[in-house]
């Protein structure tokens, strides 16, 4: 069994084929979704798709691209999700500072929003970072010294350094699509790193296809592909790298209502 831990099929991306892409996931044996929030205006809609699909949970929180959307982002918007048992984590949130630099401190103090969110409720962070690494480690690492908290590095393409901060207080790192890529021995050679123990896999669908369908807009039944990259990366075979991935995930996102 497969888990996609990072999707967002509630995008318009998928408005034609939201049930067929479902389908196809379950096919491949990609069995548990989260389909991640990115907008916690969309939060309740997402809520809703869920409680209408088995095994699909989601997730309330704000991505950093949309910081200045709201000019007085409190913790409280996303804990007021929280009780929804289909909420089994923090945002998407973090800092992108490669499209988004103009709008660096609005995008500061919403990440510290929901730091605040996943320190008060337990639910895991679900941490963006690009081309923020310095900042992104100095957040992280002064936030959980006040108050540890969980968390994940998702879609993971940064450098090493911050792969190990985030280690250090107890992360998890996501693999996607972006491994699967020839220009990117260096980040398989960080994942090669990681302990098997905080490995995730993920497809962060729509976006990221892997090969052989980079290009294509991506889909869950696609973390096939990257499974079996990050298998061969690890010196594994796939079923291996699928239950050892798919058990870091109920780990994670223990709120997550795992079937026997």
Same mark, same amino acid.
């Given at each position: 069994m497969f888990t996609d831990s990072h999707c967002h099929i509630n995008s318009e991306d998928f408005a034609a084929d939201r049930e067929e892409v479902v389908v196809r996931a379950r096919e491949m044996k990609v069995e548990y979704l989260l389909d991640v929030s990115d907008d916690v205006e969309k939060t309740p809609e997402i809520?809703?798709?869920?409680?209408?699909?088995?095994?699909?949970?989601?997730?309330s929180g704000l991505h950093p691209?949309?910081?200045?959307?709201?000019? /007085?982002?409190?913790? &409280?918007?996303? !804990?007021?999700? @929280?009780?929804?048992?289909?909420?089994?984590?923090?945002?998407?949130?973090? +800092?992108?500072?490669?499209?988004?630099?103009?709008?660096?401190?609005?995008?500061?103090?919403?990440?510290?929003?929901?730091? /605040?969110?996943?320190? &008060?409720?337990? !639910?895991?962070? @679900?941490?963006?970072?690009?081309?923020?690494?310095?900042?992104?480690?100095? +957040?992280?690492?002064?936030?959980?010294?006040?108050?540890?908290?969980?968390?994940?590095?998702?879609?993971?393409?940064?450098? /090493?350094?911050?792969?190990?901060?985030? !280690?250090?207080?107890?992360?998890?790192?996501?693999?996607?699509?972006?491994?699967?890529?020839?220009k990117s021995e260096e980040l398989r050679q960080i994942f090669a790193k990681v302990p098997n123990e905080r490995l995730l896999i993920e497809t962060d669908a729509p976006f990221l296809a892997p090969t052989p369908h980079r290009g294509k807009r991506n889909e869950p039944a696609y973390v096939v592909n990257t499974a079996q990259v990050l298998a061969e990366v690890k010196g594994i075979d796939i079923e291996q790298l699928a239950e050892i991935t798919t058990e870091n995930f109920f780990r994670l996102f223990n709120k997550v209502r795992r079937d026997e």
């Open positions: 809520i809703d798709f869920c409680r209408h699909h088995e095994k699909i949970y989601t997730t691209e949309l910081a200045d959307k709201y000019a /007085e982002f409190k913790a &409280e918007m996303i !804990l007021e999700h @929280i009780k929804s048992p289909y909420v089994v984590g923090i945002g998407e949130c973090g +800092l992108d500072y490669y499209y988004n630099a103009d709008i660096k401190a609005a995008q500061l103090k919403v990440f510290q929003a929901h730091i /605040e969110a996943a320190q &008060e409720s337990g !639910l895991p962070l @679900i941490v963006h970072s690009r081309d923020a690494d310095e900042d992104m480690m100095r +957040l992280l690492t002064k936030n959980y010294k006040i108050k540890p908290f969980r968390g994940e590095l998702h879609c993971f393409s940064s450098g /090493e350094k911050l792969c190990r901060a985030a !280690l250090d207080i107890g992360f998890y790192i996501s693999a996607s699509g972006i491994i699967t890529f020839k």
